[in-house]
T-cell receptor, first 111, second 112 residues
Framework: QKEVEQNSGPLSVPEGAIASLNCTYS??????FFWYRQYSGKSPELIMSIYSNGDKEDGRFTAQLNKASQYVSLLIRDSQPSDSATYLC???????????FGPGTSLSVIP | NAGVTQTPKFQVLKTGQSMTLQCAQDMNHNSMYWYRQDPGMGLRLIYYSASEGTTDKGEVPNGYNVSRLNKREFSLRLESAAPSQTSVYFCASSASAPDTQYFGPGTRLTVL
């Protein structure tokens, strides 16, 4: 089992819809979780971090964390074509000194 | 602030050649990282430096060496390039290990 897994893409949603991106992780002691966005040909950039169970909202983005289920998700409300990118889930691993990235989910928002 | 810079942006090597990828950050970060990104594989950690003077292996260190030259600079060396090292290489830094990472623009390397 990979340490961090994401729902396979590509994911396509119409403009204005809610995009839901999911991530599961294998290490029960993980405490810190991140979502990065990567446009084609560019480098990853941080969207959100979340450390506690529950929801964290930032504009159109909501991160949800459930440590009991070892699950973290990212919801994008009112999706825009500019949200079309690959979204990387990242988790701080057991050794606490490095971040482990999932394979990414490609999102396409159709106008 | 330039953030994280990487040179070169593109490079083509022949099998067996050597080269060094350069990375520098101007954010006074303690920790620096080298990743490679291949289609369908996500970002894989090659080496990292939690603080100046220390380096540690990541998930895929074979065929690479690193040097943390000072707090700002962290270089990645390929001693004898192989086609399997064809990839996009990203350098990243964070204030401390681990924390939010800031990425450079990447180096696209092709080994023939």
């Amino acid at each position: 089992q990979k340490e961090v897994e994401q729902n396979s893409g590509p994911l396509s949603v119409p403009e204005g819809a809610i995009a839901s991106l999911n991530c599961t992780y294998s290490d029960r002691v993980s405490q810190s979780f991140f979502w990065y966005r990567q446009y084609s040909g560019k480098s990853p950039e941080l969207i959100m971090s979340i450390y506690s169970n529950g929801d964290k909202e930032d504009g159109r983005f909501t991160a949800q964390l459930n440590k009991a289920s070892q699950y973290v998700s990212l919801l994008i409300r009112d999706s825009q074509p500019s949200d079309s990118a690959t979204y990387l889930c990242a988790v701080i691993g057991t050794s606490y000194d490095k971040v482990i990235f999932g394979p990414g989910t490609s999102l396409s928002v159709i106008p | 602030n330039a953030g994280v810079t990487q040179t070169p942006k593109f490079q083509v090597l022949k099998t067996g050649q050597s080269m060094t990828l350069q990375c520098a950050q101007d954010m006074n970060h303690n920790s620096m990282y080298w990743y490679r990104q291949d289609p369908g594989m996500g970002l894989r950690l090659i080496y990292y430096s939690a603080s100046e003077g220390t380096t540690d292996k990541g998930e895929v260190p074979n065929g690479y060496n690193v040097s943390r030259l000072n707090k700002r600079e962290f270089s990645l060396r390929l001693e004898s390039a192989a086609p399997s090292q064809t990839s996009v290489y990203f350098c990243a830094s964070s204030a401390s290990a681990p924390d939010t990472q800031y990425f450079g623009p990447g180096t696209r390397l092709t080994v023939l």
